[in-house]
């Protein structure tokens, strides 16, 4: 029953208690020496909180063990292998192993393809996730495409996760510059969740604040961008851990509005809590980088913070540089910029004197 309530948490985001629940139910499976097989749901499930809360290698390592029990026990072409393997490839994208995480999504496919009956627009999905980090929006568009006419095809029709590839292709959109189209699609979501979990539901809040993130990456910094992130906050915040990037992300997205209204110290105060987090190890430098360096422009506007600044702009460099894609490239060559103009202005040397006139 505690793996069932814990799975059943995990489906509403409530991972907090989801991991509480589903740590209990291994640990009764595990001190009775209940089957393997049977253990696989709860620790599938156990996996999947992990991951969504940043702790990547406990994840993987549950993953491994899912697919190696599934395999044994099922056999190579069943729906179970398929999905194992689609949720080790999302551990393996979780943690910026693309190669594997390609390998993986693209072996899950295969499977599903030849199993019976596993659903394959998860595993399809994976593989326009994983374009969009390498920052080829035109293939991810095209495999998000597919997956949803997949999830359409293979899942029921109020099947919720047909909204999650519909946000997908969204947010694809979106990274490649087509904001109209982006929203367009973010509220078609809206609308679908509205129908299936009602509008006060965290899933359906989770998808409005897609859509204003959406609106904030296109450049709208307005109230309304801002109110809706603080409408969603008190309830993301009532269900997930402090560190889930569906708080972590609009937090700095927020702040970042805030910096743009000249409300410094409301930005700070969220960046700050932002930063607290993305200090440890769960985090891809990236992720660190582009947080300090939003935290070291708004310190930079409190003068006894401005060696705090230069150091977190220091941090940033290092981590774009460690990071090493056009993204974080874009992103020093921003930082640079910001740093040129607030350098001291170059003193300017006193001209020198022509000698005088020689007497005629």
């Known amino acids: 029953m505690r793996g069932l309530l814990g799975r059943l948490l995990l489906a509403s985001q409530d991972l907090v208690r989801a991991e509480d629940e589903l740590r209990r139910a291994v640990t009764v499976f595990e001190a009775i020496g209940a089957p393997e097989?049977?253990?696989?749901?709860?620790?599938?499930?156990?996996?999947?909180?992990?991951?969504?809360?940043?702790?990547?290698?406990?994840?993987?390592?549950?993953?491994?063990?899912?697919?190696?029990?599934?395999?044994r026990d099922f056999g190579p072409r069943h729906s179970e292998v398929a999905g194992a393997a689609t949720r080790l490839a999302n551990s393996y994208l979780s943690l910026g192993r693309l190669d594997e995480a390609t390998a993986w999504f693209l072996a899950a496919i295969t499977i599903a393809d030849i199993s019976d009956g596993a659903p394959s627009c998860y595993a399809r999905g994976g593989i326009a996730r994983t374009l969009a980090y390498r920052e080829q929006f035109d293939a991810a568009v095209s495999w998000a495409h597919e997956s949803r006419a997949r999830a359409e095809l293979e899942l029921a029709a109020d099947h919720p996760d047909i909204i999650?590839?519909?946000?997908?292709?969204?947010?694809?959109?979106?990274?490649?510059?087509?904001?109209?189209?982006?929203?367009?699609?973010?509220?078609?979501?809206?609308?679908?969740?509205e129908r299936i979990h009602g509008p006060d539901a965290i899933a359906t809040v989770t998808h409005r604040v897609g859509l204003a993130d959406i609106l904030y990456v296109g450049g709208n910094m307005?109230?309304?961008?801002?109110?809706?992130?603080?409408?969603?906050?008190?309830?993301?915040?009532a269900h997930l851990p402090p560190e889930h990037f569906l708080i972590?992300?609009?937090?700095?997205?927020?702040?970042?509005?805030?910096?743009?209204?000249?409300?410094?110290?409301?930005?700070?105060?969220?960046?700050?809590?932002?930063?607290?987090?993305?200090t440890?190890?769960?985090?891809?430098?990236?992720?660190?980088?582009?947080?300090?360096?939003?935290?070291a422009q708004v310190l930079w506007e409190f003068p006894d913070q401005r060696a705090r600044a230069r150091a977190l702009a220091a941090q940033a460099e290092a981590s774009f540089l460690a990071a090493?894609?056009?993204?974080?490239?874009?992103?020093?060559?921003?930082?640079?910029?910001?740093?040129?103009?607030?350098?001291?202005?170059?003193?300017?040397?006193p001209r020198s004197r022509a000698p005088p006139p020689a007497s005629q």
Do not use: C
């Open 37 to 71: 097989h049977v253990q696989l749901a709860s620790k599938s499930a156990l996996a999947s909180a992990l991951t969504d809360t940043h702790r990547g290698d406990e994840a993987l390592e549950l993953k491994r063990w899912g697919l190696a029990v599934a395999t």
């Open 164 to 193: 999650h590839e519909i946000m997908l292709e969204a947010s694809i959109e979106s990274f490649r510059g087509n904001t109209d189209r982006a929203a367009m699609l973010a509220r078609e979501a809206i609308d679908a969740s």
């Open 222 to 237: 307005g109230t309304g961008v801002a109110e809706e992130y603080l409408r969603a906050l008190p309830v993301l915040r």
């Open 248 to 278: 972590l992300v609009p937090e700095q997205n927020l702040a970042e509005i805030y910096a743009h209204q000249r409300r410094f110290v409301d930005a700070r105060a969220l960046l700050e809590n932002v930063w607290s987090w993305r």
């Open 280 to 295: 440890t190890e769960q985090f891809l430098p990236a992720q660190r980088g582009v947080t300090a360096m939003a935290l």
């Open 324 to 349: 090493g894609t056009d993204e974080t490239r874009g992103y020093l060559r921003t930082l640079r910029g910001w740093l040129a103009t607030i350098e001291d202005p170059p003193r300017r040397q």
